[in-house]
């Protein structure tokens, strides 16, 4: 069903939602947005924990945010972003580390290109497991985070690797940073849905990195991601607020605190 949602919106030209999420709470608030899909995105490593690639994080690390982002999410499909150890350096175990994705809950796993990509995507689908792929800038082997295919040779070698995946059988494909013209072209060729981030309108998706649109994230701004809400001054405003209240004695006041009886004071 979730899966078939997807696939009926390209069908109709609808336009497909996706954010990332890494927890509980943003799990079900993008749920309860009524996104598309939720992906555990491997920009973990740089939204959450303060790394500089995604390429610093691995299974121990993913496994837990996507069972935390699985207990939240009711009706979206989720998507877990496979790291780079388990698929690009790990060729032979990929299938069994998709396999502990889709035994965490999640309903598919995300793969970037890289030389074998083929290959390994054929496996994991043939055990059954979907599979979105994820063409243009993949920043788990990219030596510059720069915008891809901007020259037809380079345009036309990621229009091949997105037809190479669709052909192994993924189900969706994200096109990341790459010209929206490109894009168009490989989403009118492809019958699977692509999925765009910074790659323009004409794809049949969306998707960014949550802690972006919220003003969460302050080490950079991508080009291509739109700021919602400023929620960083927010939080440090409420936390020296908390911080004052405590420091005069206003916090905790009476509606925070609890009481003991009178008899039970004098028995102590
Ligand atoms: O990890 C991530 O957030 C991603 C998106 C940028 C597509 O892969």
Redesign the pocket.
Known sequence: MRFQNILDKKKHHQKITML?AYDYPFGSLADEAGVDIV?V???LANVVLGLSS?KEVGMKEMLPHTRAVVRAVKNALVVA?MPFEAYQINTKGAVDNARQFMEAGCHAV?LEWFDCCAQVTQQIVKAGIPVMG?VGLTPQTATQMKVQGKDAASARQIMNEAKILQQQGCFSI?L?CIPQEVASLITQQLEIPTIG?GAGVHCDGQ?L?SHDILGLFTRYQPKFSKKYIELAPLIVQAFKQYKKDVETGRFPDDAHSFHMSEQEIKKM
Request: proline letters at 0%; hydrophobic letters at 35%.
């Open positions: 990332t992906l995105g491997d920009s995604t972003d995300k994820h994200v990341e981030i998707v990195v």
